[in-house]
């Protein structure tokens, strides 16, 4: 060959080369283009956008949580307060009463007398006026009890360091001259003073006598 015909086979060889490659390239699946920076950011942004989401509904249900929670305290506290209310009318009802039942006639638990008979002197004159005066015999054993107490039934009994007198201990004793000038020495008059004044501060004799056991005095 020819020195001219060898270099134009070697120029066909390169052209035909060329196209080759060209049609090779044009027939392979290109790679998958690296990310850009551009979209490295966005994506990081939508990672913290959703981060930001699922913190917000964590707020949101804790929210709601606390809310129902205060809500049920609440209720919780109003319903126990009515409670105490209720208990404290209860408390108050119940003090009423038992103040009532001090302030009342008074059972008696003692030996009751079968009559006055069974009584002597200044007693027996004390029971028949605690009959008269509207009592029964169960309220003058309370009496018994309650005069025994003060005076032993001695219508001269005197309290020097009170000025108290007489059966009753009428304090002072002039007191019981509202039913009788001889109130010094007539066990009747000061009887009936004395019936009187338990009448009008305790209802009855038992209610004097509860008095005096609890607190010394009537």
């Not at 060889?13 to 950011?41: F, I, W």
């Not at 007191?175 to 009747?188: C, E």
Request: hydrophobic share 40%; proline share 5%.
């Amino acid at each position: 060959m020819t020195r001219i015909a060898i270099r134009g086979a070697s120029v066909a060889l390169l052209l035909a080369g060329l196209a080759g490659g060209v049609y090779v390239g044009q027939q392979r699946p290109a790679d998958d283009p690296a990310p850009s920076a551009a979209q490295a950011e966005i994506a990081d942004m939508q990672l913290l956008k959703d981060r930001q989401n699922e913190h917000a509904a964590a707020r949101a249900r804790q929210t709601v949580a606390e809310n129902a929670a205060q809500q049920k305290a609440t209720e919780v506290a109003r319903t126990a307060a009515a409670h105490a209310k209720d208990l404290d009318k209860s408390v108050a009802k119940a003090k009423q009463a038992a103040a009532a039942a001090a302030a009342g006639p008074v059972a008696f638990a003692g030996p009751i007398p079968k009559s006055c008979n069974e009584f002597s002197g200044s007693r027996a004159i004390g029971c028949a006026l605690t009959l008269q005066a509207g009592f029964g015999l169960d309220q003058f054993a309370c009496l018994n009890k309650l005069w025994a107490k003060e005076s032993g039934w001695n219508y001269r009994a005197e309290n020097r360091s009170s000025g108290a007198y007489g059966i009753p201990q009428s304090l002072p004793g002039s007191k019981m001259a509202a039913f009788g000038d001889d109130w010094k020495t007539n066990p009747a008059t000061q009887i009936k003073w004395g019936l009187d004044y338990i009448k009008k501060r305790y209802d009855t004799p038992c209610g004097a006598w509860q008095h005096s056991e609890k607190y010394n005095n009537y």
